[in-house]
C-alpha cells in the first residue's frame, strides 16, 4: 500500500520516507546503536509510549530524536534501496516499506515478509450460528489488521516472551492477543490472552537473535507463524505502527537492550523474597493469627502473609472491617513481633457509596472514569457497585499514592493489586468510557492495557515517597514497563498438574519479557491441591522469585501443614532451602537491576545455540549456574533431565554428570533434581525463621570444582541508600575450590564470618 520509495530526508538519527501511494510518511529513528524505532504514524499523534519513561519517553513523545548522539554512521540510497547504519545494525527500506535489518556482519536479523498473506477460507455466516448452538466459539479469520507488520520466518526460528501468556515457552505456531483479561475458567493452552499484555518477543534465528517491542497498547495481535509458517504477523485495528526493532550480540543483549528501554526492575527488600503464605478467605483476625502460630509452631520459614479481601469492611479500599478485623493496628504489630510482614490486597474498584470518604474525595475532584455524556461510570465488583479511578492522570495517581499512607501508618508492608485489567462483574467496561492518557482524554480501548501499569506507578510513587522503603508491588494487570514498579503473579491458576506444568514456561516467558520478579500461586489458587501436588509445586515455588502459597476461599486449605506430616516435611526442606539461597536469588536481582537478565532463566537464554533446549518446557536455570528440573508429572518419581554443555553436580548426591546429554535422576517425592555448574560458588545463609533474624553475620559460600568467577553484593536489603554507595561487592575467584576474595567496593558493614565449604567431587 506504500507503493514505490520516492526519497527520503534526515533529521538527526531519524529519517523519514516518502512512498508514492502513502501520504503519511514512515519514520525510522535510531535510539541507540542496537534499537531502531518504525514509526507509521497513521493517528498523526505520534508515540504516545507509556511503557518508555524517564528522559528518552519524554523525547520521544514530544517527537524530538531520542538521542543527541550521532548514531547513524551512514544513510544512503543504493539500489536495493535506502541503507542506514548505526554500530552494530544495518537496516535497508525499499519499495512498498519492506524494512530488513542485518548484523554488522551483515547477517540477516529479521527481514520484511515478500510474499502474498495467506488468510485461508472464513466459515460461512450459517456454518458459524450451527456451531455456535452447541457453544463453539468460532475465532474470526486472522483480520487484515489496519496497522499491521509482517516479518519472514525461518524454518527454525523461534520465538520467546509476550509476558504471561499459556502454553509452551516457544510461542512459534501460536497467536495472541493482548488485552488485559480476567477469565476465571482453568486456563489453557489456547488462551489468547491473559491478565498481562506485553508485546514484546525475541526471535531466536539458528544464529543471531532480535526482539520486536510493538509499542500499541490498544487491543493488538500476534500470529507468530501460525496463519501461514512463512511469516509472522502483529497487528492493531487502531493507533500507530510503532515498533523498536531490538538488536544485540545474542539474546542476552537483546533481552538488555529491551530493559534498557523499557525500564528495569530496581532491588526488593530483601524479605521480599522470603515466603509468604496467603489465602482468600482467612474470615478473621482470629483465623489469620492462627495461621501465623501454626507457621511458627511447625518451625517454618515465612516472611509474610497477605490480607485478601476478607479484611476490608465491605470491600472497601482503605478501610478495615471493624467486627472481623478490628482497626489492624494491633495484629499488624504482633505480627512484626513474629517477624511476619502484613500485605494488604487494594484493587481499583471504590465502592459507590455515600459519606465513604474514598468515593466523596474522587467525586469531589473528578478523579473517576465517566461515560461519554459526563456521568461517573459505574460497574460492578466487590463491593457492589463501584467506580474507576482515572489512573492515567497524573492528578489521580497523586491522590491514589497519598492513600497509602492508610496502609504505612498501620505498618503494612507492601500492596498487592488486584482486579486492575480492569475486571467487572456487569460485562466488560465498554469501549468508550472516558479516561484520561495523560494530556488528554482516552476511550476505554485505548488505555484498558495501561490501567494495570498506571495503578502500579501509582502504589509505588505512593511507597516510595512515604515508606522510605523499596516498595513491595504486586500487580496482576500490566504493560511493558510495570517492571519498574511492581512485581507481579500469574493470576488464578488452578490446583492442576497442567497448571504446574504451564508455571515454568510462563514465569520464564515473563523473565525474558522484563518482569523478572514474578510468581504463580504455590499450590494453585482455583481447585483443590492433592499432596502429592502441593508437594511438587512447594518445590517449583523454592526457586520461582515470589514465592507465595495462595488459594481461593472454598477450595481446600493449602497451607503446608494441611497434607500430612510427609507434606509438611518436604514443604520445611524446600522452604529452608529457599532460606538458604536468599543471598544467591539477592544477587541476581541485583544483577537484574544491572542488566535486566531475569532471576529464573530458559536455558535456551544461557545456550541458545543448543537446538536441545529452544523447546524445553520443563526445567529452568536459576541465574547462569543453577538447574532446576522439577517434577510436574503425577506419580513420577524419575526425571529425565537435560543437562546443557559442560560439568554439573548434582546439589544432593555431589555426583558428577556431562552435559550435553539426558540423565534419568531419581526424584521421589522430597527431591526435586538440581544441578550446579563447574566452577560455580554459591553464596548462603543459614537458615532462618525470616529475614532480618540473625543479621548478615555469617556468610556460606559453597564451592564446586572446576574454574569461575562470581560476584556477590551485599546491603541493607530495605532502602536506597544502596544507591547512594551503601553497598559490598565481593569477587570471588574460584580455582578448583580454592577461593580469592577481593572486594570491588566496600560501603556497608560486613559479615561477621565468612565460611568456605568445598563441595566435593564424587
Ligand atoms: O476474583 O481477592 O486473582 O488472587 O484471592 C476474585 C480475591 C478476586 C482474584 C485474585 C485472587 C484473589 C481474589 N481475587
Known amino acids: 500500500?506504500?507503493?514505490?520509495?520516492?526519497?527520503?530526508?534526515?533529521?538527526?538519527?531519524?529519517?523519514?520516507?516518502?512512498?508514492?501511494?502513502?501520504?503519511?510518511?514512515?519514520?525510522?529513528?535510531?535510539?541507540?546503536?542496537?534499537?531502531?524505532?518504525?514509526?507509521?504514524?497513521?493517528?498523526?499523534?505520534?508515540?504516545?509510549?507509556?511503557?518508555?519513561?524517564?528522559?528518552?519517553?519524554?523525547?520521544?513523545?514530544?517527537?524530538?530524536?531520542?538521542?543527541?548522539?550521532?548514531?547513524?554512521?551512514?544513510?544512503?540510497?543504493?539500489?536495493?534501496?535506502?541503507?542506514?547504519?548505526?554500530?552494530?545494525?544495518?537496516?535497508?527500506?525499499?519499495?512498498?516499506?519492506?524494512?530488513?535489518?542485518?548484523?554488522?556482519?551483515?547477517?540477516?536479523?529479521?527481514?520484511?515478509?515478500?510474499?502474498?498473506?495467506?488468510?485461508?477460507?472464513?466459515?460461512?455466516?450459517?456454518?458459524?450460528?450451527?456451531?455456535?448452538?452447541?457453544?463453539?466459539?468460532?475465532?474470526?479469520?486472522?483480520?487484515?489488521?489496519?496497522?499491521?507488520?509482517?516479518?519472514?520466518?525461518?524454518?527454525?526460528?523461534?520465538?520467546?516472551?509476550?509476558?504471561?501468556?499459556?502454553?509452551?515457552?516457544?510461542?512459534?505456531?501460536?497467536?495472541?492477543?493482548?488485552?488485559?483479561?480476567?477469565?476465571?475458567?482453568?486456563?489453557?493452552?489456547?488462551?489468547?490472552?491473559?491478565?498481562?499484555?506485553?508485546?514484546?518477543?525475541?526471535?531466536?534465528?539458528?544464529k543471531t537473535c532480535c526482539g520486536f517491542f510493538f509499542d500499541n497498547h490498544y487491543k493488538t495481535f500476534f500470529n507468530l507463524g501460525k496463519e501461514c509458517p512463512d511469516y509472522l504477523v502483529f497487528g492493531a485495528m487502531e493507533g500507530n505502527l510503532d515498533y523498536y526493532f531490538i538488536g544485540g550480540r545474542n539474546m542476552k543483549e537483546v533481552v538488555g537492550n529491551y530493559t534498557f528501554l523499557t525500564g528495569r526492575a530496581p532491588m526488593q527488600q530483601m524479605w521480599t523474597l522470603g515466603y509468604h503464605q496467603s489465602r482468600w478467605g482467612y474470615r478473621t483476625e482470629e483465623e489469620i493469627r492462627e495461621i501465623a502460630r501454626k507457621l511458627r509452631d511447625s518451625d517454618l520459614p515465612c516472611d509474610c502473609i497477605h490480607f485478601d479481601i476478607d479484611y476490608m469492611d465491605h470491600y472497601k479500599v482503605f478501610t478495615w472491617n471493624p467486627d472481623t478485623y478490628k482497626d489492624g493496628r494491633q495484629v499488624i504489630s504482633d505480627f512484626k513481633e513474629m517477624g511476619i510482614k502484613a500485605v494488604t490486597i487494594i484493587d481499583p474498584g471504590v465502592k459507590l457509596e455515600k459519606d465513604y470518604y474514598v468515593y466523596e474525595e474522587g467525586v469531589k475532584e473528578g478523579?473517576?472514569?465517566?461515560?461519554?455524556?459526563?456521568?461517573?461510570?459505574?460497574?460492578?465488583?466487590?463491593?457492589?457497585?463501584?467506580?474507576?479511578?482515572?489512573?492515567?492522570?497524573?492528578?489521580?495517581?497523586?491522590?491514589?499514592?497519598?492513600?497509602?499512607?492508610?496502609?504505612?501508618?498501620?505498618?503494612v508492608a507492601g500492596v498487592w493489586n488486584d482486579m486492575n485489567e480492569p475486571a467487572s462483574f456487569r460485562g466488560p467496561l465498554p469501549d468508550d468510557v472516558v479516561f484520561t492518557d495523560e494530556d488528554q482524554p482516552a476511550p476505554h480501548k485505548a488505555i484498558h492495557n495501561i490501567y494495570g501499569h498506571n495503578m502500579a506507578k501509582a502504589t509505588y510513587e505512593g511507597w516510595k515517597e512515604y515508606s522510605g522503603k523499596r516498595p513491595f508491588v504486586i500487580t496482576r494487570a500490566c504493560y511493558s514497563g510495570s517492571q519498574k514498579y511492581t512485581t507481579g503473579w500469574t493470576g488464578d491458576n488452578h490446583?492442576?498438574?497442567?497448571?504446574?506444568?504451564?508455571?515454568?514456561?510462563?514465569?520464564?516467558?515473563?523473565?525474558?519479557?522484563?518482569?523478572?520478579?514474578?510468581?504463580?500461586?504455590?499450590?494453585?489458587?482455583?481447585?483443590?491441591?492433592?499432596?502429592?501436588?502441593?508437594?511438587?509445586?512447594?518445590?517449583?515455588?523454592?526457586?520461582?522469585?515470589?514465592?507465595?502459597?495462595?488459594?481461593?476461599?472454598?477450595?481446600?486449605?493449602?497451607?503446608?501443614?494441611?497434607?500430612?506430616?510427609?507434606?509438611l516435611s518436604i514443604s520445611r526442606k524446600y522452604m529452608n532451602l529457599r532460606y538458604e539461597l536468599l543471598p544467591y536469588i539477592y544477587d541476581l536481582m541485583h544483577e537484574c537491576e544491572q542488566t535486566g537478565l531475569p532471576v529464573m532463566r530458559p536455558l535456551v537464554l544461557e545456550y541458545p545455540e543448543d537446538e536441545q533446549v529452544r523447546n524445553r518446557n520443563d526445567e529452568f536455570l536459576l541465574g547462569d549456574r543453577m538447574l532446576v528440573s522439577p517434577v510436574v508429572e503425577q506419580g513420577a518419581r524419575e526425571k529425565l533431565v537435560y543437562l546443557p554443555e559442560g560439568v554439573w553436580y548434582d546439589y544432593w548426591t555431589g555426583e558428577t554428570l556431562e552435559g550435553g546429554q539426558s540423565y534419568i535422576r531419581k526424584a521421589p517425592l522430597d527431591t526435586c533434581p538440581i544441578f550446579v555448574k563447574a566452577g560455580a560458588v554459591i553464596p548462603k545463609y543459614p537458615v532462618r525463621t525470616h529475614v532480618g533474624k540473625e543479621k548478615d553475620e555469617l556468610l556460606i559460600l559453597e564451592t564446586y570444582p572446576g574454574e569461575g568467577i562470581y560476584t556477590h553484593y551485599q546491603d541493607n536489603g530495605e532502602d536506597f541508600e544502596y544507591r547512594r554507595g551503601a553497598y559490598n561487592e565481593y569477587r570471588l575467584i574460584n580455582h578448583n575450590g580454592r577461593l580469592d576474595m577481593e572486594m570491588l567496593h566496600e560501603g556497608y558493614q560486613g559479615y561477621g564470618k565468612i565460611e568456605i565449604r568445598n563441595k566435593s567431587q564424587k
Not at 512512498?19 to 504514524?41: H, W
Not at 455524556?373 to 491522590?399: H, L, M, T
Open 367 to 411: 478523579y473517576f472514569a465517566t461515560t461519554p455524556e459526563g456521568e461517573i461510570y459505574v460497574n460492578e465488583v466487590w463491593p457492589g457497585d463501584a467506580v474507576f479511578p482515572d489512573f492515567g492522570d497524573a492528578k489521580v495517581r497523586s491522590w491514589w499514592a497519598e492513600k497509602q499512607k492508610f496502609l504505612i501508618d498501620l505498618g
Open 1 to 206: 500500500m506504500f507503493g514505490k520509495l520516492k526519497g527520503y530526508r534526515t533529521d538527526g538519527n531519524k529519517v523519514y520516507f516518502e512512498y508514492e501511494g502513502s501520504k503519511t510518511s514512515p519514520v525510522l529513528e535510531a535510539i541507540t546503536d542496537n534499537i531502531v524505532n518504525v514509526l507509521v504514524d497513521y493517528t498523526g499523534g505520534g508515540h504516545r509510549t507509556r511503557a518508555v519513561e524517564g528522559e528518552l519517553g519524554k523525547r520521544l513523545n514530544a517527537g524530538k530524536n531520542a538521542s543527541e548522539e550521532e548514531l547513524l554512521t551512514q544513510v544512503a540510497q543504493e539500489k536495493s534501496g535506502v541503507i542506514l547504519k548505526t554500530a552494530s545494525l544495518t537496516v535497508v527500506v525499499g519499495d512498498d516499506f519492506m524494512v530488513d535489518f542485518y548484523d554488522k556482519e551483515n547477517q540477516p536479523l529479521s527481514l520484511a515478509y515478500r510474499g502474498t498473506r495467506n488468510l485461508g477460507a472464513d466459515l460461512d455466516k450459517a456454518s458459524k450460528e450451527l456451531l455456535s448452538k452447541e457453544g463453539h466459539g468460532i475465532s474470526d479469520r486472522a483480520a487484515d489488521y489496519p496497522v499491521q507488520e509482517l516479518r519472514a520466518l525461518d524454518a527454525k526460528d523461534c520465538i520467546y516472551g509476550l509476558g504471561d501468556k499459556t502454553g509452551v515457552l516457544n510461542k512459534r505456531e501460536y497467536e495472541y492477543e493482548m488485552w488485559n483479561s480476567d477469565i476465571p475458567d482453568p486456563q489453557e493452552d489456547n488462551f489468547k490472552s491473559l491478565y498481562k499484555s506485553i508485546p514484546f518477543f525475541l526471535l531466536l534465528k539458528e
Open 495 to 567: 490446583s492442576i498438574w497442567a497448571h504446574i506444568r504451564m508455571a515454568i514456561p510462563q514465569l520464564c516467558n515473563l523473565g525474558l519479557s522484563g518482569l523478572s520478579f514474578v510468581g504463580t500461586d504455590v499450590g494453585g489458587f482455583g481447585s483443590d491441591s492433592t499432596p502429592e501436588l502441593f508437594a511438587r509445586w512447594i518445590q517449583l515455588g523454592c526457586f520461582s522469585p515470589l514465592f507465595r502459597n495462595h488459594c481461593a476461599v472454598g477450595c481446600r486449605m493449602q497451607e503446608p501443614w494441611q497434607f500430612g506430616e510427609e507434606v
